[in-house]
């Protein structure tokens, strides 16, 4: 069984940065693909990015593209979300999650049914 841990998360000022990683045990990585979700208060859990078995392929949401760069070292079985240009409208918690059968890169939004393992997340706040 696939076990992740998020870390990374805290408090930044706008324009800030940040690097999530995600940190996982029981199996590789490598055969899974894997995805970053965000959930703000009171809204629905949304996908951030995601990136392909093998890494071979990855995709944003348009409202994280050319700030938020995701990344696989397969050595430590981790996955990182490295988060550029912070805004408020960033803050939320943020989830890794693992899937074997994932649309990744998807033509409309991630779906979360897709991922099959989850980690408990970790807050991002975004402010002076």
């Known amino acids: 069984q696939l076990q992740l841990v998020e870390s990374g998360g805290g408090l930044v000022q706008p324009g800030g940065s940040l690097r999530l990683s995600c940190v996982a045990s029981?199996?590789?990585?490598?055969?899974?693909?894997v995805g970053w979700f965000r959930q703000a208060p009171g809204k629905e859990r949304e996908g951030v990015s995601c990136?392909?078995?093998?890494?071979?392929?990855?995709y944003y949401t348009d409202s994280v593209k050319g700030r938020f760069a995701i990344s696989r070292d397969s050595a430590k079985n981790t996955v990182y979300l490295q988060m550029s240009s912070l805004k408020p409208e960033d803050t939320a918690v943020y989830y890794c999650?693992?899937?074997?059968?994932?649309?990744?890169?998807?033509?409309?939004?991630?779906?979360?049914?897709?991922?099959?393992?989850w980690g408990q997340g970790t807050q991002v706040t975004v402010s002076t």
């Open positions: 999650a693992a899937g074997r059968w994932v649309q990744c890169p998807t033509p409309t939004q991630m779906d979360l049914d897709e991922y099959s393992d």
């Open positions: 990136s392909s078995i093998k890494n071979i392929r990855s």
């Open positions: 029981g199996l590789s990585l490598d055969s899974y693909a």
